[in-house]
């Protein structure tokens, strides 16, 4: 088994370098990198930024902790390949104090105390003051502790001493760590300490250790003596790596890229695995990986060995001692989600948050189709299904509302106008059922013959009473749904409104509008429907003119408010178009002073301050 510690100085920073560049996804990236505990120091983003490939890599289960305030800035990770081992246990910061919700029970914090600014012996700061919690120390998104039960693991990013405003603050997380470790010891616990920790023990691990300027001073800053003690052969720890390769000059894993100085190894070596005396025996291997490129430090990885044999002769095997995975436990692929069937992984464990669990409504879920639509809702009348409810809220569009419309069981009627003595006065009342010929749901043509050569009539369901809705938009609507009956390319339901004020009081059925009309009289209704006959034939439409050729001279009178707002709203767009386009577009080269001609760009090759800057030169 491998453990390996990076720091990548940036979690956007480590596709832009080959080979990461040509992988796929972040599952792959951990595939490359070949460890099954992978730790990241200094992520720079936040929870709201990290996208579920990141969080949730396929086998890989994914611990994370970002600072409370500071966006893009430090943030550490911990992968662990659930194929291997899962974590027993496993908290954020190293003062207990930073806490999910809710907060972790007993039997979910790793340890039963916890380090305190009272037992503490902190660094005052410039003005003399002690912190007396050690919440702001915790709060910056530095340390993961997860539990292995063989080991306890520490992912650690430790503060930097580029500032010396901080170095009050740098050494007390020193002290916080030392604490917190020291517990864990006096609790019987194996500990493995790795990370970034920004400090070098001993001249051999920086570039500048042996000159003769710094060879005296080296360990006169205070936190260098404090890491050259904690690993000392008196110390808790041991610098597992160094251990293995004692005399090895320019093992050094951060360069500044600023001065190319990774190409001339003129580095420091500040990222450590540091594990106690107990676990010496596990340890296979360990060294530093200085060709892998992708951030400002290198990776260091330790190798862990199967299986040990003890005093006594008995074979003890590493998995046997570290907690596996269920066996009904399946990832589902790479970009998988796992449910409630997932297996039992710590709280804060990414997998368990809520907007990678499905528990929480994905924005996309607000955008997809609701419901049945118009034409299916009509088909499924036409076919004669009975609903599943009684009322089924179907959202109708009307123009700018959405109108509720209660669906009725719907039964097939012969038309009387198809048997023999019924007579057109007969037909003109209404249908035996009580509905006018006119109240007919069209399907492509006005009475359309069934194949048994009867006529069906549905009777269209009532509508509700709607107040507050725009009669404007209902009567363009219903008048190009008339428009479209009379030339045979309905299949839609004509809706009229009633009245012509600002509100409508109420939607009436065409029933209820005939019942209060009297009928027309026989010879005159024999004439409209003669004359509607020959102009369907004729393509005439109601003033005799040529349907095609109103089309061509403009829209209907219904339509006019329609057409003016598509227009209005067109060229709006056009002047927002306009607007953005000469703001975005490239800037103009000045023009020379003395030639008044257009001058040009050139840019600086030459290596210096200057490198890269622009500036423009007369033309001539």
Same mark, same amino acid.
């Given at each position: 088994?491998?453990?390996?510690?990076?720091?990548?100085n940036?979690?956007?920073?480590?596709?832009k370098?080959?080979?990461?560049?040509?992988?796929?996804?972040?599952?792959?990236?951990?595939d490359?990198i070949?460890?099954?505990?992978?730790?990241? $120091?200094?992520?720079?983003?936040s929870?709201?930024a990290?996208?579920?490939?990141?969080?949730?890599?396929?086998?890989?289960?994914?611990?994370?902790?970002?600072?409370?305030?500071?966006?893009?800035?430090?943030?550490?990770?911990?992968?662990?390949n659930?194929n291997?081992?899962?974590?027993?246990?496993?908290?954020e910061?190293l003062?207990?104090?930073? $806490? %999910?919700?809710?907060?972790?029970?007993?039997?979910?914090?790793?340890?039963?105390?916890?380090?305190?600014?009272?037992?503490?012996?902190?660094?005052?700061?410039d003005?003399g003051?002690?912190?007396?919690?050690?919440?702001?120390?915790?709060?910056?998104?530095?340390?993961?502790?997860?539990?292995?039960?063989?080991?306890?693991?520490?992912?650690?990013y430790?503060?930097?001493?580029?500032?010396?405003?901080?170095?009050?603050?740098?050494?007390?997380?020193?002290?916080?760590?030392?604490e917190r470790?020291?517990?864990?010891?006096?609790?019987?616990?194996e500990?493995?300490?790795?990370?970034?920790?920004?400090?070098?023990?001993?001249p051999?691990?920086?570039?500048?250790g042996?000159?003769?300027?710094?060879?005296?001073?080296?360990?006169?800053?205070?936190?260098r003596?404090?890491?050259?003690?904690?690993?000392?052969?008196t110390?808790?720890?041991?610098?597992?790596?160094?251990?293995r390769?004692?005399?090895?000059d320019?093992?050094?894993t951060c360069?500044?890229t600023k001065?190319s100085?990774? !190409?001339?190894?003129?580095?420091?070596?500040?990222?450590?695995?540091?594990?106690?005396?107990?676990?010496?025996?596990?340890?296979?291997?360990?060294?530093? $990986?200085?060709?892998?490129?992708?951030?400002?430090?290198?990776?260091?990885?330790?190798?862990l060995?199967?299986s040990?044999?003890?005093?006594t002769?008995?074979?003890?095997?590493?998995?046997?001692?570290?907690?596996?995975?269920?066996?009904?436990?399946?990832?589902?692929?790479?970009?998988?989600v796992?449910?409630?069937?997932?297996?039992?992984?710590?709280?804060?464990?990414?997998?368990?948050?809520?907007?990678?669990?499905?528990k929480?409504?994905? /924005?996309s879920?607000?955008?997809?189709?609701?419901g049945?639509?118009?034409?299916? /809702?009509?088909?499924?009348?036409?076919?004669?299904e009975?609903?599943?409810?009684?009322?089924?809220?179907?959202?109708?569009?009307?123009?700018?509302?959405?109108?509720?419309?209660?669906?009725?069981?719907?039964?097939?009627?012969?038309?009387?106008s198809?048997?023999?003595?019924?007579t057109?006065?007969?037909?003109a009342?209404?249908?035996?059922?009580?509905?006018?010929?006119?109240?007919r749901y069209?399907?492509?043509?006005?009475?359309?013959?069934?194949?048994?050569g009867s006529?069906?009539n549905?009777q269209?369901?009532?509508?509700?009473e709607?107040?507050?809705?725009?009669?404007?938009?209902?009567?363009?609507?219903?008048?190009?749904?008339?428009?479209?009956?009379?030339?045979?390319?309905?299949?839609?339901?004509?809706v009229?409104?009633?009245g012509h004020?600002g509100?409508?009081g109420?939607?009436r059925?065409?029933q209820?509008?005939?019942?209060?009309? %009297?009928?027309?009289?026989?010879?005159?209704?024999?004439? $409209?429907?003669?004359?509607?006959?020959?102009?369907?034939?004729?393509?005439?439409?109601d003033?005799?003119q040529?349907?095609?050729?109103?089309?061509?001279?403009?829209p209907?009178?219904?339509?006019?408010?329609?057409?003016?707002?598509?227009?209005?709203?067109?060229?709006?767009?056009? !002047?927002?178009?306009?607007?953005?386009?000469?703001?975005?577009?490239?800037?103009?080269?000045?023009?020379?002073?003395?030639h008044?001609?257009?001058?040009k760009l050139?840019?600086?090759?030459?290596?210096?301050?200057?490198?890269?800057?622009?500036?423009?030169?007369?033309?001539?």
């Amino acid at each position: 088994m491998r453990i390996l510690t990076w720091n990548i100085n940036g979690i956007g920073t480590l596709p832009k370098y080959h080979p990461w560049n040509t992988l796929k996804n972040c599952e792959a990236i951990l595939d490359e990198i070949a460890a099954d505990i992978v730790c990241f $120091q200094e992520l720079k983003t936040s929870r709201r930024a990290l996208d579920a490939p990141t969080a949730v890599p396929g086998k890989y289960d994914g611990y994370f902790s970002f600072p409370a305030a500071k966006g893009g800035y430090s943030g550490v990770a911990v992968y662990t390949n659930s194929n291997t081992l899962t974590a027993h246990k496993a908290e954020e910061g190293l003062s207990g104090l930073i $806490q %999910p919700k809710p907060p972790l029970s007993a039997d979910e914090r790793i340890s039963s105390t916890y380090p305190t600014a009272e037992t503490m012996d902190l660094m005052a700061d410039d003005a003399g003051e002690v912190l007396n919690s050690l919440s702001d120390l915790d709060k910056e998104g530095r340390a993961l502790v997860l539990d292995f039960g063989l080991f306890v693991l520490v992912n650690v990013y430790c503060v930097a001493d580029s500032a010396d405003v901080r170095y009050h603050f740098k050494m007390n997380y020193y002290y916080m760590l030392q604490e917190r470790v020291r517990i864990l010891l006096s609790e019987g616990r194996e500990v493995i300490v790795l990370g970034d920790l920004n400090s070098c023990p001993a001249p051999i691990d920086h570039c500048e250790g042996n000159l003769l300027k710094y060879r005296d001073t080296f360990l006169d800053s205070p936190h260098r003596t404090w890491l050259k003690d904690w690993i000392s052969e008196t110390g808790p720890l041991v610098d597992i790596v160094r251990e293995r390769w004692p005399e090895r000059d320019g093992m050094y894993t951060c360069w500044n890229t600023k001065i190319s100085a990774r !190409e001339s190894n003129y580095g420091c070596r500040i990222d450590f695995i540091l594990i106690t005396p107990g676990l010496r025996r596990w340890v296979k291997h360990g060294d530093i $990986q200085a060709s892998v490129k992708g951030s400002d430090h290198c990776p260091v990885y330790i190798d862990l060995h199967d299986s040990i044999t003890d005093e006594t002769g008995r074979e003890i095997t590493l998995a046997s001692l570290l907690c596996r995975p269920s066996a009904n436990h399946n990832h589902q692929g790479s970009n998988s989600v796992p449910g409630s069937e997932m297996r039992e992984t710590p709280r804060i464990c990414a997998r368990q948050w809520d907007e990678f669990s499905t528990k929480q409504t994905l /924005l996309s879920a607000f955008f997809t189709k609701r419901g049945p639509s118009s034409s299916s /809702l009509i088909s499924a009348m036409m076919s004669n299904e009975e609903p599943e409810s009684s009322v089924l809220s179907q959202g109708s569009s009307l123009g700018n509302i959405k109108v509720q419309t209660p669906v009725t069981p719907v039964s097939a009627v012969p038309s009387s106008s198809t048997k023999k003595g019924v007579t057109p006065a007969e037909e003109a009342k209404g249908t035996p059922n009580g509905t006018s010929s006119s109240q007919r749901y069209t399907n492509g043509e006005e009475g359309k013959e069934m194949e048994d050569g009867s006529h069906f009539n549905v009777q269209p369901p009532p509508l509700p009473e709607t107040t507050g809705v725009n009669t404007s938009a209902m009567e363009s609507v219903t008048s190009r749904e008339r428009d479209q009956d009379e030339t045979g390319q309905g299949g839609t339901i004509a809706v009229k409104p009633v009245g012509h004020g600002g509100s409508l009081g109420g939607l009436r059925s065409d029933q209820e509008q005939q019942q209060k009309a %009297p009928p027309p009289p026989l010879k005159e209704q024999q004439q $409209q429907q003669s004359t509607k006959k020959r102009k369907a034939g004729s393509g005439l439409d109601d003033s005799g003119q040529f349907k095609k050729q109103r089309k061509e001279k403009g829209p209907a009178r219904s339509d006019l408010s329609s057409s003016s707002q598509l227009s209005c709203t067109t060229s709006a767009r056009t !002047e927002s178009k306009e607007g953005w386009s000469a703001l975005l577009q490239p800037l103009q080269a000045p023009k020379c002073i003395v030639h008044g001609e257009p001058t040009k760009l050139f840019t600086v090759n030459k290596p210096g301050p200057n490198k890269g800057k622009t500036f423009y030169v007369c033309s001539r």
